[in-house]
């Protein structure tokens, strides 16, 4: 997203220019809206748990904005002849139960027939134009955060294979529905600049974007980035989703691996659904952001850096 500066009210402030899916409009000095919408296939086989798990991925890029969410639509791809709509309703309810966490409201939605199911809102949210967050914002010298930790599109790869044991895929859906409100309060009171949901194109394609439209280069350390539990072990077993191995062959444009091999390459590329948030803070500022970040149950780490560079990224 790129940040457009004017002086003048109702004007767009940010549009989806990188291939984002959000947009920000002013409506006066001290109101902006944003908009933002998206839908996921089933990635558990459980119907409410698949609601949650869409309903806080669809929400995701209003916080990844320093924004709060203020209403909804639900978007519906149903197969109505293999499908009971009970199950339908099962769905509904738990994107019911992310918008009463969330404190935003759900005011109706469209449903169409569809082969594959998909589920996911268009989501409304506010937040003040002078506390906009983009992927434009990372400056040289910061500290990279990671709210969440990696390896859903590997996990969720696994319990679509049956090879999963309850506690991982738990590990996952527990990631995947927790709401990132606390990440973007923590971005916001630690000063971020800039900041973005880590979604499906992985860390290496949102941090790789964050760099080329910061210009900046961001320097990750492989060995801090925390992992699901099971994560790892799943992906050495080659449990890879194509998503992963996708946006890796895009992000070789941007990605020096240092050292690391392709499966670490894989890793840092995983497809994420309703991942966390990446955001750039003062160095100053990381050990109070994290501290903050853990009192409320998030395993988020310190990932990296940036420096004056090129727009790439470069894993050591």
């Not at 492989?222 to 062959?249: C, K, W």
């Amino acid at each position: 997203m790129r940040h457009i500066r004017s002086e003048h009210p109702s004007e767009l402030l940010v549009g989806p220019e990188t291939g984002d899916d959000a947009a920000v409009w002013r409506l006066d000095d001290e109101r902006a809206l944003i908009s933002t919408a998206d839908f996921i296939t089933p990635v558990v086989d459980d119907a409410r748990t698949w609601g949650q798990v869409a309903a806080a991925n669809s929400v995701s890029d209003v916080y990844a904005m320093g924004g709060r969410p203020i209403f909804a639509l639900n978007l519906v791809g149903w197969n109505t002849e293999a499908l009971p709509t009970s199950l339908l309703s099962e769905v509904l309810a738990g994107g019911q139960d992310i918008a009463t966490a969330a404190g935003f409201v759900v005011v109706g939605g469209h449903t169409i027939d569809d082969p594959e199911p998909k589920y996911g809102m268009s989501v409304t949210g506010e937040v003040h134009p002078d506390h906009i967050l983009t992927n434009a914002g990372l400056l040289p010298g910061q500290d990279v955060i990671l709210t969440k930790p990696l390896g859903v599109g590997v996990i969720t790869t696994a319990i679509k294979a049956g090879v999963a044991s309850a506690e991982v895929a738990g590990s996952a859906v527990d990631s995947m529905t927790r709401l990132n409100d606390v990440g973007a309060r923590a971005a916001a009171e630690g000063g971020a600049t800039g900041c973005t949901d880590v979604t499906g194109f992985g860390l290496v394609g949102h941090l790789g974007r964050m760099a080329r439209e910061s210009s900046v280069t961001v320097t990750i350390e492989f060995d801090a980035i925390p992992f699901l539990h099971g994560a790892v072990d799943l992906a050495r077993e080659g449990i890879m989703p194509g998503g992963s191995r996708r946006n890796l062959a895009w992000g070789k444009t941007l990605l020096d691996p240092g050292s690391h091999d392709e499966l670490d390459q894989l890793l840092v590329a995983d497809a994420q659904t309703s991942g966390g948030l990446v955001f750039g803070v003062d160095p100053g500022e990381t050990a109070t952001v994290l501290a903050a970040l853990a009192t409320t149950g998030h395993d988020a780490a310190l990932i990296g850096s940036t420096s004056a560079g090129d727009g790439g990224l470069e894993l050591r």
